[in-house]
C-alpha cells in the first residue's frame, strides 16, 4: 500500500490549507486513515482519524478548526485545516491501517508563518 500525500506549504496564521492523501496498490480493506504530524524537536502526534464507519477522533488542539474526510471508498482522505497557528507547523504525515496494518506516507510540510 501506497500513500501519496498532497503538498504542503506556508500559510499566514489564520488562514486555511486542505491536505489530501491518497491509498493505492494491493488494497484489501481499509479500516482507517488519519493525520498525524511531527513538529521540531517534538514526537508525532495524532491530528485526526477516521474510521471507515465514519467515526472520527480529532486531538483537542485542533478540534473545531480542523475536519477529516474521506472519499466514498474510503481511499483518499482529506484534511482541511482553518484558522491556522504557527503552533500548526510541523510535518503532516498520512496514515492508513489496512487489514490491521499500518501504513505511513511521506510526510508534508506545512508551515504557518506571517
Known amino acids: 500500500v501506497q500513500l501519496e500525500e498532497s503538498a504542503g506549504g506556508l500559510v499566514q496564521p489564520g488562514g486555511s490549507l486542505r491536505l489530501s492523501c491518497a491509498a493505492s496498490?494491493?488494497?484489501?480493506?481499509?479500516?482507517?486513515m488519519g493525520w498525524y504530524r511531527q513538529a521540531p524537536g517534538k514526537q508525532r502526534e495524532l491530528v485526526a482519524t477516521?474510521?471507515?464507519?465514519?467515526?472520527?477522533n480529532y486531538a483537542d488542539s485542533v478540534k473545531g478548526r480542523f475536519t477529516i474526510s474521506t472519499d466514498n471508498f474510503v481511499k483518499t482522505v482529506y484534511l482541511q485545516m482553518n484558522d491556522l497557528k504557527p503552533e500548526d507547523t510541523a510535518v503532516y504525515y498520512c496514515?492508513?491501517?489496512?487489514?490491521?496494518?499500518?501504513?505511513w506516507g511521506r510526510g508534508t510540510q506545512v508551515t504557518v508563518s506571517s
Open positions: 496514515y492508513a491501517d489496512e487489514d490491521w496494518n499500518d501504513y
Open positions: 496498490g494491493s488494497i484489501f480493506t481499509i479500516n482507517a
Open positions: 477516521i474510521t471507515s464507519g465514519g467515526d472520527t
